[in-house]
């Protein structure tokens, strides 16, 4: 696959700086199996591009980051398309923005939402713009991203704060962002390109190897996610064909408030 023949994103190779931007502004930047497809080829071309120094990945348009997996994509089909392997690949997705050599900002010019916050604080450094909305939505609608979405959260905002972020399914604004820790810097809108091509020029002058060994010794002291959110994606499989995830994206779907009180056992 060439990046033109890319549908769901888009890929561009800038003075070392690769942009990722998820091209799916109809559906506030939701990643369906084939976007998700597309963007583990993506980071993997930026990956093997030695004039590539920086990555960063983003939305297009000015609502969204990406607000996680296609919900309507999900209640149409069951699932979140199809894809080249047959598999939904997102676990793919998160290990390359982990496993990619080279730093990766996330610019974030709006909503980073469930699957889309985790995309976030996957990436190396974040930018925000003025704009952004950070927030979980997973057991609001049947769903939860156990592993790096729990764990690498805790470490980047402390425990109380990420289970508050988990438990509540509140919004939050940049502001509340920084100052947590989520983010690295918020900017006006009209200035988060500009910003991020700032940082990248930075990042450039710097020794490569140095820093994809830095990236690995930063990553080395959280893997173990990896293997705990295997386990979780074997657990959301399950759930996901159970009743109460069901009620979850009808009720999302439905743009009414889940009725979720009738699976609460002991």
């Excluded at 963007?39 to 609502?63: M, P, Q, R, Y």
């Amino acid at each position: 696959m060439k990046p033109d023949e890319f549908t769901d994103i888009t890929y561009e190779v800038d003075n070392g700086l690769a942009w990722i931007t998820i091209n799916r502004p109809d559906r506030y930047n939701a990643f369906r199996a084939q976007t998700v497809d597309e963007l583990v080829h993506a980071f993997k071309l930026a990956w093997a591009d030695d004039e590539v120094g920086v990555l960063s990945l983003t939305g297009a348009g000015e609502k969204a980051f990406c607000t996680g997996g296609d919900q309507k994509q999900r209640m149409e089909t069951g699932d979140y398309g199809p894809s080249a392997t047959g598999l939904f690949e997102v676990d793919a997705l998160h290990r390359v923005i982990r496993d990619v050599p080279k730093p990766v900002i996330a610019a974030v010019n709006g909503f980073a939402i469930g699957g889309g916050h985790v995309l976030h604080l996957l990436c190396d450094l974040t930018i925000s713009a003025d704009t952004a909305v950070f927030g979980q939505n997973g057991p609001r609608v049947g769903s939860f991203d156990a592993g790096f979405g729990t764990g690498l959260m805790a470490r980047a905002i402390g425990e109380k704060r990420a289970r508050e972020i988990w438990f509540l399914c509140r919004k939050y604004s940049p502001a509340q962002a920084e100052a947590w820790g989520l983010v690295n810097k918020v900017v006006p809108a009209d200035q988060l390109r500009a910003e991020v091509r700032s940082w990248a020029d930075e990042i450039l002058k710097l020794s490569p190897t140095a820093l994809k060994v830095l990236k690995q010794s930063f990553n080395s002291d959280t893997e173990h996610f990896a293997g705990i959110g295997q386990m979780a994606y074997s657990a959301l499989k399950l759930f996901g064909e159970s009743e109460e995830a069901r009620e979850g994206i009808t009720a999302f779907n439905e743009k009414r408030a889940p009725e979720f009180a009738q699976f609460r056992t002991h």
